[in-house]
């Protein structure tokens, strides 16, 4: 009888952090994800993800884009800059493909969740944690930018944000226009002069696709073992 080979140890399977603020969609990911034999934990916001991140480093993150409190366009550029070996694939439904996905977003790679099979996001996991090395290494020679929310109007009724100076982290006020802008912006610190490259978070203004796309996306993952 062939000798059996020895178990991978656990502490060699890479860890995954699976963050979204709808729960379904959470736990259908992360038991996908433990089929294949990762190891999973998930967090419902960014603010919860980040409270882990203090704890556990996990080898990746798979993130929506579109949450309250936090959106993972900041989670993810936080991440970026608070822990930048950390790969991390983003995540959404109101995007078709990765090229639709607005600039400055801070990811290795964009699953179209409710849009594409499910059986894909194991194949860009694979992926990503295969090329780990050099995309660590890309990490570090990129700047993230900061992403902002709307902060409100002044008296005169003209919109504003608050920006937090990456290098001297002091806070100014700075005047936006009506129009949401996607890209990536420069403005000089008003206290130090460093340039702070910042994008105005619009993802309450991008609308998911109908919710029969994510019930068929569900329908086609594996069912929780009993």
Known sequence: ?????????????????????????????????KSAGYRVSTAENGFDALLQLRKTEPALIVSDLNMPQMSGFELLSVVRRRFPELLVIAMSGAYDR??????????????AKGQSDPQALLGIVADVLQTSASRRTAHRQQSAPVWIPRNGRDSSGIPYIVLTCTECLRSFPLHVTEDVNPEVVETAC????????????????????????????QRRTPAKAS
């Open 1 to 33: 009888m062939a000798e059996a080979l020895p178990l991978m140890p656990e502490d060699s399977t890479p860890r995954v952090l699976v963050v979204d603020d709808d729960p379904t969609v959470c736990n259908t990911v992360a038991i996908l994800l």
């Open 190 to 217: 008003i206290f130090c002069f460093s340039k702070v490259r910042y994008i105005i978070d619009f993802s309450l203004s991008v609308a998911s696709p109908a919710e029969n796309k994510e019930e068929d996306w």
């Open 98 to 111: 990765g090229e639709s996905v607005p600039g400055g977003v801070i990811a290795d790679a964009f699953y």
